[in-house]
């Protein structure tokens, strides 16, 4: 059973992307290549920066994470980078 991460990524914009991969290096990779597979939300906002990543286990617990960071406002996702122990806050 894979483990499965949260990330986040920072457009051009300063806009932040927040998804969920077993893999967050491909993912990313996907994400930067602008093709098929990455998010069609990510297309033209480059160049793109990793700025989080944290290790959650289960598919099940990342999805629930994924959905309460998403709901956060920006102000709230800059916390979190800065401080991952803001997450369970």
């Known amino acids: 059973m894979s483990d499965w ?3 986040l990524i920072r457009c051009e914009d300063g806009k ?4 969920i991969s077993t893999d967050v290096d491909r993912r990313f990779a996907e994400h930067r290549a602008g093709g098929k597979t ?3 939300y990510l297309k033209g906002r ?3 920066t990793l700025v989080f990543q944290k290790r959650l286990g289960s598919k099940s617990l990342a999805l629930k ?3 309460k960071v998403k709901k956060l406002s920006k102000a709230r996702k800059e916390k979190v980078i800065g401080s991952p122990d803001m997450l369970w806050k």
Not at 16 to 19: E, I, P
């Open 16 to 19: 932040l992307y927040t998804g």
């Open 65 to 67: 994470v994924e959905n």
């Open 5 to 7: 991460h949260l990330y």
């Open 38 to 40: 990455g998010s069609k």
């Open 46 to 48: 480059g160049p793109l």
